[in-house]
Structures are given as structure tokens and as C-alpha cells.
């Protein structure tokens, strides 16, 4: 019971709020995306998944968890991973896409991205991936890229990516959503995360200013992993005027690497694969070819 002594309930949010003793699903929190949020699992309706071409086949949208991914796959068939070819489908988040029967199938979580490869090291019933850091350790062990076998090495790498997963939930879920997806704006929700926020960019800002990458002079998965959410934020693309806010022009660590990760054109083609937002010239919605690139981005459809 909340102790309404230390918790007065006309100083709450909205005033005269007192949690109630059990929790019940309101289904009217308001705010971005709250008509897909609800607090149970397993799929709303039957359909099953299109199957390409390709063994591997992405399923997801261009949001930064999604694009780590499609940046992965990009790098690789840069590299000369000729398996690496993939077909990546569409997946509407907002149309609640994700819990569909045979994307759960897929991802019992009815998160993007998810991945399913058809034919996996070794052959036998192909292999089903949720979560981009799974994802992206799956497929550099499968075609021994972007992740150091050296022992000190290899730990770096992952001692990033999983910084990453970790911290991510604060930048994404905690702060994007109360600065720019809540109902309403919460000054201690906003100063909660924005701190928070500004001290992971410290970490990574006092991290590259003696590393090339994240894990030192080799790219790997761990600037895959990290460039989406911190590469975006530091570009002050990333919920309307957040680099701004945060002053994210102070990192000059963090600004050279975003720039050096952002050029590379396997990070920019990845980055538009899924994208359905902003310039229709960047935006890929599906993807089965590389010569998709040239011929099915939304400027060349709408144009035809």
C-alpha cells in the first residue's frame, strides 16, 4: 500500500493519483504506440510469414534495433559473404504486424527484428533468431566476420554489445518516450532519462577518445550494435530535437566515430533497408536484391 504520508496525492502525476493495491489494465494510457502495448503475450491473429528467395530472411522495420541488423548483412555482402544474401520483409509495428501467429512463431516476444535461417552451419531444421544482439552474434559466428577470435579482443566486442542492450532501454523506452512519445510531459521522468542518457554518452565519449572503435582499432558488431541509437542521437536525429536538448555537439569522441561508422556505405545502405519514414530516397521498405537499391526505393515507386 502506497504510504500517502511520504507520497502526498495532490503532489502526484496527475494530482490525487494513489496506486491502487493490484494493477489492472486500463487500456486507456494514452501516447504513441499505447494501441499495440498490452501486458500479455502470444499472437491476436493467424498469418503466416513470407519466404523469400534467400536462406536468411529479416523480418522487421527500420527502427535502430532493427537497422543493427540490416547494417550486418550489408557489411557482410560488402565483404565477399556471398551466403550473406537476404530477403527482408516488412514489418508494421503499428498495425500490429508483430503479433501475427507466425511471426510469434518466430519471436515469442512480438519484437523486430527476427530472423530465420534456412540453412543453417552444420544443415538440419532451420534456425530461428529474436533479438538483435542474438542476431548479430549468429551471424559473425556463421560467417566468422565482424567479431575477433582473439580472446581479449572478442571480449571487448562483446563487452559493447551487450553495454548496448543494456543501455539502450533507457535512451529508447525511458527517455524517447517521455520526451517525445508520453501523453503528457513529466519533468522528473525527462531529468530522470536525459540524465542517464548524457551519462552513457559520456562513457562512450571517454571510450573513443583512445579507440578507433568500440573495441579498439577493428570494426565489429559492437559499433553495429551502438551506432543506431548513440550514431543517431549524436547526429540529432533522433526524437525530433533530442540532440539539442542534450547537447550532443559536447562529444566529440563520439561525433568523429558517428561520422567514421556513418560513411560506409554498407551502414547507409542498412540503414534505409525497413525505412518507412523520411526522404522517400532513403527508404527501402522491402528488400530481396541488391539491385533493389537502385530500382524499389519509395522515390522510384511513387515516380512509376
Do not use: C
Not at 33 to 38: A, L, P, Y
Not at 94 to 105: A, N
Request: aromatic share 12%.
Amino acid at each position: 500500500m502506497t504510504d500517502t504520508t511520504k507520497f502526498p496525492p495532490e503532489k502526484n502525476l496527475p494530482a490525487g493519483y494513489v496506486p491502487p493495491k493490484i494493477w489492472k489494465w486500463a487500456d486507456q494510457s494514452g501516447g504513441a504506440f499505447s494501441s499495440i502495448n498490452r501486458p500479455i503475450a502470444g499472437p491476436t491473429h493467424d498469418k503466416e510469414l513470407p519466404v523469400g528467395k534467400h536462406p536468411l530472411q529479416l523480418y522487421s522495420l527500420g527502427t535502430p534495433n532493427g537497422v543493427k541488423v540490416t547494417i550486418m548483412l550489408e557489411e557482410l555482402l560488402a565483404a565477399g559473404h556471398a551466403g550473406a544474401e537476404y530477403d527482408a520483409w516488412l514489418i508494421k509495428i503499428g498495425d500490429g504486424d508483430q503479433f501475427g501467429s507466425g511471426f510469434v512463431e518466430v519471436n515469442p516476444n512480438s519484437k523486430i527484428p527476427a530472423m530465420m535461417d534456412h540453412a543453417p552451419t552444420g544443415g538440419g531444421a532451420p534456425v530461428r533468431l529474436f533479438e538483435s544482439g542474438s542476431i548479430l552474434v549468429y551471424l559473425a559466428e556463421k560467417f566468422g566476420a565482424f567479431l575477433p577470435t582473439e580472446l581479449r579482443a572478442r571480449a571487448e566486442a562483446m563487452n559493447w554489445l551487450f553495454w548496448q542492450m543494456g543501455s539502450a532501454p533507457f535512451l529508447g523506452g525511458g527517455f524517447g518516450h517521455f520526451y517525445a512519445y508520453a501523453p503528457m510531459k513529466i519533468e522528473y521522468a525527462i531529468d530522470r532519462y536525459a540524465m542517464e542518457v548524457k551519462r552513457q554518452m559520456d562513457v562512450l565519449d571517454r571510450h573513443l577518445a583512445d579507440h578507433e572503435y568500440m573495441a579498439g582499432a577493428d570494426y565489429t558488431i559492437a559499433d553495429m550494435a551502438i551506432w543506431p541509437w548513440y550514431g543517431r542521437l549524436a547526429a540529432n536525429a533522433a526524437y525530433d530535437d533530442a540532440g539539442d536538448f542534450l547537447s550532443v555537439k559536447e562529444y566529440e569522441n563520439v561525433q568523429r566515430w558517428m561520422k567514421t561508422v556513418g560513411d560506409r556505405p554498407a551502414v547507409q545502405r542498412g540503414s534505409m533497408v525497413n525505412r518507412t519514414f523520411g526522404d522517400p530516397a532513403k527508404q527501402l521498405h522491402e528488400r530481396h536484391d541488391a539491385s533493389d537499391f537502385e530500382t524499389k526505393t519509395q522515390d522510384k515507386i511513387s515516380g512509376q
